[in-house]
């Protein structure tokens, strides 16, 4: 397991074709990402034609339950999106927003479920979905901490294998929206591992939160930012997401790793070649009595009196002449 599970969501990108569906599989599995996240809408099953638009993005759709419709797959083109993602190195995950959908995605041999935000009060999905035995993402979007209780009571009651995502549900998710306090809360309040679904498009969040514990990151991407589409401006292009991979992964190898200032034995040859000697500035008479106009520090360490410690010289005077830019020693100086 990855020291952060990075998701990368596809959402409605792919704007109902299957050619670009596979593409994208094919752009995802060359940014270092461990999954490729969709959504399986099966229209009758999950909406109706009372539906309202979340957002007016399109004059392609008559209405809601028209857009869900063209974004539908078969089971047998579900089938074989579930086979290109394996041969691709990418783990396979979909939000099912039906009952009927988890039905697909099991015969298509997904491995992980997604919770969508607006789900996570349907416990009939929730019963269905754990009784698949797959491991389950769970966001947190537009749920109240009381709504999450119960959810997660639910869960556990249910002995699912679970993890919880930070989510705002905004589009795209401005930085007082990210809500990054969350994820200890989370973590403290469910004792659950607990990543971070991002909204913002940027490569900023992700990184952040995972500097405050995140260890799974999803995040929608996109081929190029002015494409159509309700989530584009909220998408990472695939060069963001590579960034953010490498990003994540990085901070995650350095909170796995916390350095001891306290021991700096690996220094030592280092610190021999940077820290600097007493020296004096200017050719001076033995007898001469040291001031602060006198000193400089000069590398390297070990062939005078430490820089340090110049306070120690200031009034002494000298057992012998310096001359200008000689490192000063214990024996250069009267007792």
Request: hydrophobic share 40%.
């Amino acid at each position: 397991m990855p020291l952060i599970f990075t998701i990368a969501e596809i959402g409605q990108a792919h704007e109902g074709s299957l050619g670009m569906l596979h593409a994208y599989i094919d752009a995802v599995a060359k940014t270092g990402v461990n999954a490729i996240k969709f959504q399986t809408h099966i229209a009758h099953a999950e909406s109706s034609i009372h539906e309202p638009f979340r957002v007016r993005f399109s004059t392609q759709d008559a209405t809601r339950y028209d857009y869900w419709k063209r974004m539908e797959f078969t089971p047998e083109q579900w089938v074989g999106i579930g086979e290109h993602c394996k041969a691709a190195g990418l783990t396979f995950i979909s939000s099912p927003f039906s009952n009927a959908a988890v039905d697909v995605l099991e015969q298509a041999g997904v491995e992980y479920y997604k919770v969508g935000s607006g789900e996570v009060t349907n416990l009939l999905l929730l019963k269905k979905i754990i009784a698949t035995g797959k491991p389950i993402l769970v966001s947190s979007g537009m749920s109240s901490l009381d709504e999450l209780d119960t959810t997660v009571a639910f869960l556990k009651e249910h002995k699912a294998n679970f993890s919880l995502l930070q989510c705002t549900t905004s589009y795209p998710t401005q930085p007082e929206q990210y809500g990054l306090n969350m994820i200890a809360e989370l973590k403290s309040r469910y004792e659950v591992p607990v990543g971070f679904s991002d909204h913002s498009g940027t490569v900023a969040a992700g990184i952040a939160a995972v500097a405050l514990g995140a260890t799974l990151l999803e995040f929608h991407v996109v081929f190029h930012k002015d494409q159509f589409g309700p989530d584009v401006a909220a998408s990472l292009t695939m060069e963001q997401a590579e960034q953010l991979v490498q990003g994540a992964e990085a901070v995650a190898t350095a909170l796995a790793h916390p350095i001891d200032k306290t021991d700096v034995r690996s220094f030592e040859e280092l610190k021999t070649i940077f820290e600097k000697s007493l020296a004096v500035n200017k050719s001076l008479p033995k007898g001469h009595r040291l001031t602060f106009d006198d000193l400089e520090a000069k590398k390297p360490k070990g062939y005078g009196l430490d820089a340090s410690h110049f306070e120690a010289v200031l009034g002494r005077t000298l057992s012998r002449d310096l001359n200008a830019w000689d490192f000063l020693t214990e024996e250069d100086l009267d007792s």
